[in-house]
DNA sequence: GAACTGCAAACTGTCAACAGTTCACAGAGA
DNA sequence: TCTCTGTGAACTGTTGACAGTTTGCAGTTC
């Protein structure tokens, strides 16, 4: 946990509750408050420098963004997800992104497609020099992918099932081991995109995106049909950097 | 407004903050608050008989869920919609709904199909002895379809996607004009999805939601490119029973 | 008459205290 | 030794009051 939580919290965000949501969403994200941990309201608010007002209604926003579950009368609990969970999450991102893919066929500019290529060679050539595991987390390329679709309401969507996996990835302390697979994959995308071949990208799309369930699932060790993983409080395994599998 | 909001707000819901959502959430798609105006907090606590702190909660969750606009220090808004916004709510749909029709294809019994069927044979009996605009709004065709896909994260999406459009169809006071032309679509497609026919289905669902896009913009008149209607405050324009253009 | 300034009322954002529930542990009983 | 019960600490849900912002209006100036 970074020690800048005590540091002014307003300068972005004019409301305590809303920069609390951006601060709380970012510590679940990058693990510094491990799945399964309990939020405790007292002692969250007074390290925040809050009272427990605003952090609850920022509680209440990421729960309803599905990175909290919360228990009445029983307390805030970063989630956790099943192995079932975690298909229909990549079943819905199937839903929307194939469906961006359509959009984006139809409508993005060759410039638009082109600035995706450019990005993807940067993250490319960025992952060779350093150790593999540094992923840009800034914007993910199939976030980019949507966003060209030109839809909040679809951007939102996706936005929601993307955090939601990330924090699914992060139930597990291995380093990525696709990032490169990925990326390959990417690119493939991209050209038949730029060719406006729409067949060829969902086919590719769906690929791709079943090996990247699978991979996610094999990195979580759930092979069966388990149920959830029960609330352990106090499992923090995962690495200090915070940056999980990609995709 | 019905008169039992000063009733017992708990024997469903444990917490005040949780009926409250589920209560506003109603009047909100009722027509209760109109689209545009503002929710006075000290006014609404007290007409509910509680405080402040579970209302804001409240107004969270259905800020989140898109039904409602919060502006910093000026209020919480119910949501108006601008055309553009209709339109890529109804691509979302489309996106969700058309992969539900895949995974129905794919994975649902005969029997849940033919429950579907039964379904809307009901509803358009009723349909046939009522005066014409009374359409059940307990679970609708589409979200039944979603919920037979089997996946819930689809599912929550669409239900927002859907109460969203309810919202925003709500901003006319138009009586339905689509009802009988929905259901005999609605009767179409789950023949072709009986015979298993995924190509059908789709161009079938596409085009069903082609027409009800089409409907709503124009109930709603709103032709043009036009930006979002501003805040109107008190305009409660809509009919008293509720009941607004199905589909 | 129009535009600007300053003030006051109304309202939202935040806080600290109270109330009700949950949970863990000690002690009694079998 | 094990199970059950009761009690108290810890914590969440709710409340009422305080603080800071917005907004509309009155008064002033040009």
Redesign the interface.
């Known amino acids: 946990m970074s020690e800048s939580d005590q540091s002014r919290l307003l300068p972005r965000n004019?409301?305590y509750?809303?920069a609390t949501e951006s601060v709380l969403r970012e510590m679940i994200l990058d693990g510094s408050i491990g799945p399964g941990q309990r939020l405790n309201e007292v002692t969250l608010a007074s390290s925040l420098g809050i009272s427990r007002?605003p952090l609850?209604?920022a509680i209440?926003?990421l729960?309803?963004?599905g990175l909290l579950t919360v228990i009445?009368?029983r307390g805030a609990f970063v989630r956790t997800f099943s192995r079932d969970?975690i298909v229909?999450?990549y079943?819905?991102r199937?839903?929307?992104e194939?469906?961006?893919v359509r959009?984006v066929c139809a409508r993005a500019s060759d410039a638009e497609l082109e600035d995706l290529d450019a990005m993807l060679s940067d993250t490319e050539s960025r992952m060779r020099e350093s150790t593999g595991h540094a992923y840009p987390q800034e914007l993910d390329f199939h976030l980019r992918l949507v966003l060209l679709a030109g839809?909040?309401?679809?951007m939102r969507?996706a936005l929601e099932?993307h955090r939601q996996l990330s924090l699914a990835r992060s139930m597990s302390g291995q380093r990525p081991t696709r990032a490169r697979a990925a990326v390959v994959e990417h690119g493939e995308l991209v050209a038949v995109l730029r060719a406006r071949d729409l067949e060829g990208a969902t086919a590719l799309m769906i690929r791709h995106l079943d090996h990247s369930m699978a991979s996610a699932i094999a990195v979580l060790g759930l092979p069966g049909d388990e149920d959830a993983p029960t609330t352990r409080s106090d499992d923090r395994s995962r690495g200090a950097d915070g940056t999980v599998a990609p995709d």
Chains 1, 2 share one sequence.
């Open positions: 004019n409301t509750a809303q007002g609850r209604e209440q926003r729960t309803s963004e009445s009368h969970e229909e999450l079943e819905l199937a839903a929307l194939l469906h961006a959009l839809n909040q309401a679809l969507s099932a």
